[in-house]
C-alpha cells in the first residue's frame, strides 16, 4: 500500500493485493477527498474535504521519509523500495 501527495494538494493511494509486481489488475486505487497544505518548516496540514485536520511533520531520517504527528510521539518511517 502505497500514498501519493500530488502537485494538485490531492492524496490519492494504492493498494497492490498480488505478489506479481507490477501487475495492474492486482492494484487498487482509491481517492478519499483528503487534501494537504505546506504549513513551512516541514509541517503539513491533512485534512478531509473542510475539516481542520491534523498536522504532521515529514523529514528525512538517512534514507528513509518518516511523518511524526503533532504529539510528537507516533511516528511512521516509510522505508524506500
Sequence with gaps: MYTEYTADKSIRGDK????????????????????????????????YLEEE??????YKDGENLVEESSDGI??????PY
Design 53 to 58: 485536520g491534523q498536522i504532521v511533520t515529514f
Design 74 to 79: 507516533t511516528k511512521t518511517i516509510f522505508e
Design 16 to 47: 497492490i493485493i498480488t505478489a506479481d509486481f507490477p501487475e495492474e489488475c492486482g492494484i487498487i486505487l482509491f481517492e478519499l477527498g483528503w487534501h494537504w497544505s505546506n504549513l513551512g518548516n516541514n509541517q503539513y496540514r491533512i485534512r
